[in-house]
């Protein structure tokens, strides 16, 4: 080999290193598979998971890749899309409802699982708090207390309730500990609870009928993806618009969506602080090591166009307590 062969190939060797580092880059690149129930939940879940993600330092489509699948608001697709993140071979999966976790977890024992539920615990989805156990880690919405404030809200707006109806999914697990609370707070307030109970949205308007019939005077609605979709979020607000019945929820989309008031978990906050998990599974900690993260940040929203269509007047020490007012 003469000097300038041996030059041109030395050349052509030192360009090629950094070109076929790069071109093997993609590979080494974390994927993170997301589960998701809707498009909307693009927005909602996904991009305070992605902004958590940009906090922590990593981009998009250069150190991180994202795969999403959506089940078009058909639960029962969760378990074969499950099976594509896992043939896949994603690094994590984030799954944001009970169902998709639990497709998820049938689906692999070995790929860590990331989620937000009501109750993980109580789903059956970890071992316990502070050592999950198995694949599956993340954190918990639900604290029992909640359902408590919110009856003390409502006594707040309407000063002579007595009668209160609470609509809960029973197949919910996160349900049974929410109804225990509230028994409490409602005896210490002198209330008396009506349970109405819808594990599909074709039982609503039932459940609805029956708050008329007992004459409830206000309704709590827990904690439940069948509940909380788009359409039912509308389709409660409305119900409740038609009954002139103060409601108040735990989340506050159902507020956005027409509903008077809620009082629960920063859900945005949660699915932002997700990303910590990916962040510490991606740098080898083990999901059976990480504890479940109980949701320490409330927020409390009115919405006073609602109000004044239910001919309610919010006091003003409440509407300064609030962290979100809509007019």
Do not use: C, W
């Amino acid at each position: 080999m003469n000097r300038r062969t041996f030059i041109a190939n030395l050349g052509f060797g030192l360009l090629a290193a950094p070109l076929a580092a790069e071109a093997q880059q993609p590979g080494n690149v974390p994927r993170v598979g997301i589960l998701l129930l809707s498009d909307a939940s693009k927005q909602t879940v996904g991009n305070p998971f992605r902004e958590g993600l940009r906090e922590l330092g990593y981009v998009e489509g250069r150190t991180i890749a994202i795969e999403y699948r959506v089940a078009e608001g058909k639960e029962e697709r969760f378990p074969d899309l499950a099976s594509e993140l896992v043939h896949l071979k994603v690094d994590v999966i984030f799954a944001a409802v009970a169902a998709a976790v639990r497709a998820a977890q049938r689906a692999t024992t070995s790929i860590p699982i990331v989620t937000v539920v009501n109750d993980p615990v109580g789903a059956g989805f970890v071992a316990s708090v502070a050592r999950p156990g198995g694949n599956v880690t993340g954190l918990s919405m639900m604290s029992p207390e909640v359902v408590g404030k919110q009856l003390e809200l409502l006594r707040e707006v309407v000063p002579k309730l007595s009668r209160v109806a609470v609509l809960a999914n029973p197949a919910n697990p996160g349900s049974a500990p929410q109804l225990r609370n509230a028994q409490v707070v409602a005896r210490a307030l002198g209330m008396r609870l009506q349970l109405l109970e819808a594990r599909s949205p074709s039982e609503i308007d039932g459940a609805f009928a029956a708050i008329t019939k007992e004459r409830a005077g206000a309704l709590i609605v827990l904690v439940d993806p069948t509940l909380a979709r788009p359409a039912q979020r509308e389709r409660i607000a409305a119900l409740a618009a038609r009954r002139r019945l103060p409601t108040v929820f735990a989340l506050k989309l159902h507020v956005d969506a027409g509903g008077l008031m809620s009082y629960g978990a920063d859900i945005f906050y949660l699915y932002r602080r997700t990303a910590i998990y990916v962040d510490k599974i991606l740098k080898g900690a083990k999901p059976s090591d990480l504890p479940i993260e109980q949701a320490t940040k409330f927020e409390l929203t009115i919405n006073l166009k609602t109000a004044k269509t239910l001919g309610l007047s919010i006091p003003q020490s409440l509407l300064q307590r609030a962290d979100h007012v809509i007019e």
